[in-house]
């Protein structure tokens, strides 16, 4: 069989507060919504920037970390894999699709002060490390002066060279 890849990576900003659950057998869950957009030329040539919305799932220790450090407008890096799951509507006996994006990897980028929460400076967290590990590098959030400085060190388009 021939080798294949489902790889997804996002960075982008929290559309609504998380919705976090779990289910019968204890497992949490977050469900949230990511927008990333992307700038592009028109016809006439002006700057246009379209955004997409992303549907996120989170399981286990992720989804407490996003119970815990995500809120509306928090800037995050996702790493994780395209599902598509299907199901019959109960009403109509439709078939209906919905399209996430699992999470296996998330790094919260919004500083102290930029998130409603209050907190979440840099913390990272895998979902594939092992318990053991996870346990020992829980938090790693960076100091708060190195916030200042990440916010000053904006990148804009014009700063790249080609």
């Known amino acids: 069989m021939a080798k294949s890849v489902n790889k997804v990576i996002l960075l982008g900003n929290v559309g609504k507060d998380p919705e976090v659950r779990s289910t019968p ?3 949490m869950v977050a469900n949230f919504s990511l927008a990333t957009s992307d700038r592009f030329q028109d016809a006439q040539g002006n ?24 809120k509306k407008g928090s800037k995050l890096f996702i790493e994780g894999k395209i599902q ?7 009403e109509t006996k439709a078939k209906r699709y919905r399209t996430e994006i699992i999470v296996n990897d998330l790094s919260l980028l ?6 409603s929460g209050g907190s979440g400076g840099g913390y990272s967290r895998s ?3 092992s318990s053991s590990n996870a346990a020992v590098n829980e938090d790693q959030r960076t100091p708060a002066g190195q916030d200042d ?3 000053s060190a904006e990148i804009s ?6």
Do not use: C, M
């Open 84 to 90: 598509t799951r299907s199901w019959e509507d109960k």
């Open 127 to 129: 979902s594939s490390s």
């Open 157 to 162: 388009d014009d700063d790249i060279p080609f």
């Open 25 to 27: 057998s204890g497992t």
């Open 110 to 115: 919004s500083g102290r002060d930029e998130s």
């Open 47 to 70: 700057w246009q920037d379209r955004t997409e919305w992303h549907n996120l799932v989170a399981f286990k220790r992720t989804a407490e970390i996003v119970r815990d450090y995500v």
């Open 149 to 151: 400085y990440a916010q």
